[in-house]
């Protein structure tokens, strides 16, 4: 699927048809930080006893199913025949696994909501999702755009939470690194003399504040914005797309704080060391 959204960009497989060496990077966490839902992109248990979460209510748990149409959760209330039901669909998952994920689901007008219930690698257990407790039953946490820019490529958002269900790109493309890559493949044609000038960039040869700017879009927090989602491009100065916060003292950093910040200070350090 091309970034259709974005000026230039040409995707991962026109990429990789002259960089077939770099197709190693479809497997790392960074591309599959956000795919379908599928059996092999989630990472939790369907098998009977496992697909269970339980609550510190004694009313409440969210099973998770696995069907021939599809990967569900459900969330119940109460004691039958008394109790109420939410059922909603496993639609895209967010995180390789590495560490955890979670889950969203498309709702009604394109709106994407995250499912309440996540997966934590170290444990090997379901959990609560970020950003939900374990007293109601729920499924309406909003997922922003913010939060895609940082897990997937290209989102066109309509408002809020509603997004065109066409054209989004998955993963941490190429693209998202390097730049634009239409001019670049145009340049490179065959038959064409390879100009010095390439139209794209290699993120190792830009100054060490904008190789630090392309790592502190996604590892510096979520900080405020100053331009719309999607808007960074490799190269740039992140100051003029978004205001980050710098960590207070001794503050532990969790996997959406500044991670950049507790080093590169060190003026010898890079996210490449």
């Known amino acids: 699927m091309l970034l259709v959204s974005v000026a230039g960009y040409i995707g991962d497989d026109r990429c990789l048809s002259c960089h ?35 609550t ?17 959760q459900t969330g119940v209330l109460g004691t039958p025949p008394d109790a109420i039901s939410i059922t ?15 889950y969203l689901y498309w709702g009604k007008d394109d709106q994407l909501f995250q499912l309440p219930v996540s997966y934590w690698t170290e444990v090997g257990s379901w959990v609560n999702s970020p950003g939900y407790g374990d007293q109601t039953l729920e499924f309406s946490r909003p997922v922003v755009p913010r939060c895609l820019e940082c897990h997937a490529s ?17 993963g941490v493309s190429c693209e998202r690194c390097h730049g634009p890559g239409e001019k670049h493949a145009e340049l490179n044609a065959p038959g064409k003399t390879k100009p010095v000038d390439q139209a794209i960039v290699n993120p190792a040869k830009l100054p060490r504040d904008r190789q630090l700017s392309l790592c502190s879009l996604c590892h510096g927090g979520i900080g405020v914005a100053k331009a719309p989602a999607f808007s960074f491009t490799a190269g740039n100065a992140l100051e003029d797309f ?12 969790d996997p959406h704080g500044n991670q950049v910040a507790c080093w590169s200070e060190v003026g010898v350090l890079s996210c490449r060391r």
Do not use: C, W
């Open 56 to 72: 510190s209510q004694n009313d409440l748990q969210y099973r998770m199913d696995a069907r021939p149409d599809g990967f569900f």
């Open 242 to 253: 978004l205001k980050l916060e710098t960590p207070k003292e001794n503050e532990s950093l």
């Open 20 to 54: 077939e060496e770099y197709r190693k990077y479809l497997n790392t966490a960074h591309h599959l930080t956000s795919r379908e839902a599928s059996a092999a992109s989630i990472a939790g248990s369907f098998a009977n006893g496992k697909n269970i979460l339980r």
């Open 88 to 102: 909603e669909r496993f639609d895209l998952v967010i995180g390789s696994g590495r560490k955890g994920q979670t």
């Open 154 to 170: 290209s989102f066109d958002a309509v408002e809020a939470n509603r997004y065109r269900r066409q054209g989004y790109v998955l």
